[in-house]
Nanobody, 121 residues
Framework: QLQLVESGGGLVQAGGSLRLSCAAS????????MAWFRQAPGKEREFVAA????????YYADSVKGRFTISRGSAKNAVYLQMNSLKPEDTAVYYC??????????????WGQGTQVTVSS
């Protein structure tokens, strides 16, 4: 079983930055793509960004392209989301997810507990 734990959420003013972290443990992590999703109050969970096992391929939702950057740690068992130029509409609970195989916006099997990001106007 793969465990994912997010950290780094908080309250920030519009235009500010936050860096989310996700640490993975519990099993061999080879060949797992990782991603970030978010869910705002009253809305469905939506895809934010994904990164391949190698870290070479990345994929972003249009709403965050150019503002957010996903990356992996050198040991491949951590993933980060650097969020710049934050907007109030970025307010949500952010979830880390993992899937065996290639980078994708869906089909993730493992999920973290989430971390709250609140952007004030």
């Amino acid at each position: 079983q793969l465990q994912l734990v997010e950290s780094g959420g908080g309250l920030v003013q519009a235009g500010g930055s936050l860096r989310l972290s996700c640490a993975a443990s519990g099993r061999t992590f080879s060949s797992y793509a990782m991603a970030w999703f978010r869910q705002a109050p009253g809305k469905e969970r939506e895809f934010v960004a994904a990164i391949s096992w190698t870290g070479i391929s990345t994929y972003y939702a249009d709403s965050v392209k150019g503002r957010f950057t996903i990356s992996r740690g050198s040991a491949k068992n951590a993933v980060y989301l650097q969020m710049n130029s934050l907007k109030p509409e970025d307010t949500a609970v952010y979830y880390c997810a993992a899937r065996y195989g290639g980078v994708s916006s869906g089909g993730y099997d493992y999920w973290g507990q989430g971390t709250q990001v609140t952007v004030s106007s």
